[in-house]
């Protein structure tokens, strides 16, 4: 599967949109901010496919492009930007668990921020990708900001937070230098192809 044969198909901004055509979903969630469009664009070698930078928590709407094809990256609106109103964090919990109801999730990415201590909104987004029974690898993004002294003892406790049962595999990544985009394009074709 080459990632960059990558096409915008849709933004469903409700379950009837959703896609159900059988191929496999890869989901991709992440706090807003934590370069979850970033990671995206990295990945499919575009500059603003996915767009970076937008205003955060403002667009509940769930992304597909298609992959080659073979599968769709499913780009899953971001949480925990504090300054959503509360019929926005009704509408993205409505959507989220819908989406996760549907059982169309082959694969779950989830971006956290290597710089920091997991949050609880990505303890439970991890729970809810566990949930669903689909593999999953979490992708610790922003790794350019740490110093080399950091990296270990920030990837080991964000496994720990994360996956203390090795219910995940974590993938240090940097969406602005591009170090992890090999491993991980790897990681998603063995749990795809598992
Ligand atoms: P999203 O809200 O999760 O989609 O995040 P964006 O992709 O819009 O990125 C948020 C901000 O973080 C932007 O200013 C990006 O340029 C920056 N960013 C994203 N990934 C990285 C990274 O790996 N390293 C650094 N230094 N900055 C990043």
């Known amino acids: 599967m080459n990632f960059s044969k990558a096409e915008f ?13 059988g191929l496999p979903q890869i989901a991709f969630a992440g706090r807003s901010n934590v370069g979850k469009s970033s990671v995206i664009n990295r990945l499919l070698g575009r500059k603003n496919f996915a767009h970076v930078g937008a205003t955060p928590g403002k667009t509940s709407q769930v992304n597909y ?4 094809g073979a599968a769709y990256l499913v780009d899953l609106p971001g949480y925990g930007y504090a300054k959503v109103s509360k019929a926005e964090r009704d509408r993205w919990g409505k959507l989220m668990e819908s989406y996760f109801a549907a059982g169309l999730i082959s694969l779950g990415v989830q971006i956290v921020d290597a710089r920091h201590q997991p949050t609880a909104d ?24 740490l110093k080399k002294s950091e990296i270990e003892p920030n ?9 203390p049962k090795n219910e ?19 990681r998603i074709h063995d749990k795809l192809h598992a």
């Open 155 to 163: 990837l080991v406790r964000i496994r720990q937070t994360l996956c």
């Open 65 to 68: 492009f298609k992959l080659d």
């Open 168 to 186: 995940a595999e974590v993938i240090p990544f940097s969406a602005e230098t591009g170090v992890g985009k090999e491993e991980l394009i790897h």
């Open 122 to 145: 990505d303890r439970t987004m991890a729970e809810w990708f566990y949930a669903t029974g689909c593999p999953v690898l979490i992708v610790a993004n922003k790794l350019d900001k």
């Open 9 to 21: 198909i849709l933004s469903a901004v409700e379950p009837s949109k959703f896609l159900r055509d």
